[in-house]
């Protein structure tokens, strides 16, 4: 147990003692881990309604589910059409995209349907990331592209539509994509290996800022304020960009001496995860130098170092979920296996979808949500849910009473 606000969740390509671990970001010790999952591949670890952790294979055509509160995955294999070479899971916890090659599912995870098949990229798609409002998504390739999708109309299969704008500004393959808050008006910050960071306005597409640096770029991260931008390289360094300070023109070229007055020295070759924590204070960095190292962001000193096995292939930041921490909860994993077929239309008009719910009484939770989860007796329970009820209908007699008595005023002041 931990009285961390956030925690970190990792991965490497090793997998020899668990396939991802949670770890508490002040002390450095292991929090829970996850175990025969497989070896988890990059940008394939996410979380669900804070109640499942799912992750794609590296080597396997597979999506593995653990409940958070458990070492052992679920009974359910999801089986893929090829090895994930990344995943995204909508806010809501009910899509899941799945990339393979050069395209990708987008899955009802209540239902386990296979909404829609996607192949409008050229190259792997390597990233894809959603909104945080859950109403469209991106995704970015090798192609040296950048797409931005409607998810009601690419799970409707609207061909016209779904597709709102790509963006090929770069010479070279895309490496990483982070998206802001506020839904379409957020911004979206790109890295690719021709050494550019690139900034747009995710409403219209239109490029704000072409950054340009000496080095090939892999990943790219904003802090929750989105003042601060924060970028990993192919050497082991990582940079930040004070996106509060005005540009000259909308083209910079960084040179490195300027960029060793800003720079994160710890890791000894590429940058392969980046995570910043809410209160922007503190960042998370993974590389294939097989480490994990947590940064305070003012000082760029390093806080902690977590030894892994292998090459990092997922590391961020994670508000502590309440129910990691206790073992007599039974959270089931209720997402039923993915279809290998994609719905037609009449049977998407068909589907139902069933949501899970517990099995406590309206008269529990009423009582509980007066009184709190507190431990009391059958009596004292009985007594306070008559006490509610006497109120509820005491109110419902002034309430009655209010209305005929605007219902005569209103009726004289006609006559």
């Known amino acids: 147990m931990t009285d961390c606000v956030e925690i970190a969740l990792t991965s490497d390509t090793s997998g020899q003692h668990w396939s991802c671990c949670a770890w508490d970001v002040r002390t450095g010790t292991q929090l829970m881990t996850y175990r025969n999952g497989g070896t988890p591949g990059p940008n394939t670890l996410h979380t669900i309604n804070n109640q499942v952790i799912?992750?794609?294979?590296?080597?396997?055509?597979?999506?593995?589910?653990?409940p958070i509160n458990r070492q052992e995955p679920s009974n359910v294999k999801y089986m893929l059409p090829a090895v994930p070479g990344a995943v995204a899971v909508s806010p809501?916890?009910?899509?899941?995209?799945?990339?393979?090659?050069?395209?990708?599912?987008?899955?009802?995870?209540?239902?386990?349907?296979?909404m829609a098949s996607v192949s409008q990229h050229y190259g792997k798609v390597a990233v894809l990331r959603f909104t945080d409002d859950g109403s469209h998504f991106i995704s970015a390739a090798h192609d040296c592209r950048?797409?931005?999708?409607?998810?009601?109309?690419?799970?409707?299969?609207?061909?016209?539509?779904?597709?709102?704008?790509e963006l090929a500004d770069f010479t070279l393959p895309v490496s990483d994509v982070v998206v802001g808050k506020g839904g379409m008006k957020a911004i979206l910050a790109a890295v690719s290996l021709d050494r550019s960071c690139k900034l747009y306005e995710l409403s219209t597409g239109r490029l704000l800022l072409n950054v340009v640096f000496p080095v090939a770029l892999a990943v790219v991260a904003m802090n929750a304020l989105e003042t601060e931008l924060?970028?990993?390289d192919k050497k082991g360094s990582i940079y930040t960009c004070n996106l509060q300070s005005v540009p000259r023109s909308k083209e910079i070229h960084l040179q490195q001496d300027l960029l060793n007055r800003s720079v994160f020295k710890g890791h000894k070759k590429a940058i392969t995860c980046l995570s910043v924590s809410m209160d922007c204070e503190t960042m998370l960095s993974g590389a294939e130098d097989e480490t994990v190292i947590v940064w305070h962001v003012k000082t760029r000193q390093q806080l902690k170092l977590l030894p892994h096995k292998g090459t990092i292939t997922n590391a961020f930041f994670l508000v502590a979920p309440r129910a990691m921490f206790d073992q007599s909860l039974d959270i089931p994993v209720v997402y039923p296996p993915f279809q290998k077929v994609v719905l037609t239309r009449q049977?998407?008009?068909k589907i139902s979808i069933e949501m899970p719910s517990t099995k406590r009484s309206l008269r529990t939770?009423?009582?509980?949500?007066?009184?709190?989860?507190?431990?009391i007796g059958d009596g004292e329970k009985d007594r306070?849910?008559?006490?509610?009820?006497?109120?509820?209908?005491?109110?419902?007699?002034?309430?009655?009473?209010?209305?005929q008595q605007t219902m005569q005023a209103i009726m004289n002041e006609d006559r």
């Open 54 to 66: 799912v992750c794609g294979n590296l080597t396997k055509p597979l999506l593995t589910a653990w």
């Open 92 to 114: 809501d916890g009910n899509y899941c995209l799945v990339a393979h090659v050069h395209s990708f599912n987008v899955y009802n995870l209540l239902t386990g349907a296979n």
């Open 146 to 165: 950048i797409i931005v999708w409607n998810l009601a109309r690419t799970v409707q299969q609207k061909d016209s539509n779904r597709m709102l704008y």
């Open 230 to 232: 924060f970028v990993g």
């Open 347 to 349: 049977e998407r008009e």
């Open 365 to 375: 939770e009423r009582v509980d949500a007066v009184v709190g989860p507190v431990a």
């Open 384 to 403: 306070k849910v008559r006490e509610l009820e006497q109120e509820i209908e005491k109110l419902k007699a002034i309430n009655q009473q209010l209305f």
